[in-house]
């Protein structure tokens, strides 16, 4: 099976853009969780999608929002981009639609806020 | 919320030796316990993971160690190589939480020559 495929890899935006990350999901794999991932906060929870439903929130300002597609495709984006935002964000697939359950994860999209 | 707390945060051994990294967590109603390795530039990947209701799970090298009580989990790696050089994260969910998983800071592990 193909693994989790993560798009673009990176991007580099200004402040005050917005941007889309896309993350697809292991072919079968239901449920689509997002992670940020900095040297100074480590890999932090944004949100987890199951069936095109947010299952799961982290503490993240409204800015970062995400979506589910039927075809269990996630995107996530984020708006009025901050320095701050820069980061690695990975996604990250499982199967099972309740309890906790392997998550494999994508290779990530380096974001860059100039 | 959960909160999780990994030691140490670095680790160096000399190839051959052993290599532990602990864990504890805050919600008594924990049930899974992953741990992932992350090489410099790759993606985490999971290499072994426990559910609550074992204490001890191998594979090959690798150990994890789960001692509900204390609320603590460890990792043991055992015959360490250079290629086992990398970051490690143990990670908790809050009990109900399902995926959204509490990471802990890594530890980063040199092995040695």
């Known amino acids: 099976k193909a693994g989790v495929t993560q798009t673009p890899r990176y991007l580099i935006k200004t402040r005050g853009q917005q941007v889309t990350l896309s993350c697809s999901p292991i072919s079968g794999h239901r449920s689509v969780s997002w992670y940020q991932q900095t040297p100074g906060q480590g890999l932090q929870f944004l949100f987890e999608y199951f069936s095109e439903t947010q299952r799961n929130k982290g503490n993240f300002p409204g800015r970062f929002s995400g979506r589910q597609f039927s075809n269990s495709r996630s995107e996530m984006n984020v708006s009025t981009l901050e320095l701050g935002d820069s980061a690695l964000y990975l996604c990250?697939?499982?199967?099972?639609?309740?309890?906790?359950?392997?998550?494999?994860f994508g290779p990530g999209t380096r974001l860059t806020v100039l | 919320g959960e909160n999780v707390e990994q030691h140490p945060s670095t680790l160096s051994v000399q190839e051959g030796d052993s290599a532990v990294i602990k864990c504890t967590y805050s919600?008594?109603?924990?049930?899974?316990f992953p741990w992932y390795k992350q090489e410099l530039g790759k993606r985490p990947q999971l290499i072994i993971d426990i559910r609550s209701n074992v204490g001890e799970k191998k594979d090959q090298r690798i150990a994890v160690t789960l001692n509900k009580t204390a609320k603590h989990f460890s990792l043991h790696i055992t015959e360490t190589q250079p290629e086992d050089s990398a970051v490690y994260f143990c990670?908790?969910?809050?009990?109900?939480?399902?995926?959204?998983?509490?990471f802990g800071t890594g530890t980063q592990l040199k092995v040695e020559l």
């Open positions: 919600d008594s109603a924990s049930n899974y």
């Open positions: 990670a908790a969910p809050p009990y109900g939480g399902g995926n959204k998983l509490t």
């Open positions: 990250a697939s499982s199967f099972w639609q309740r309890g906790s359950d392997t998550q494999y």
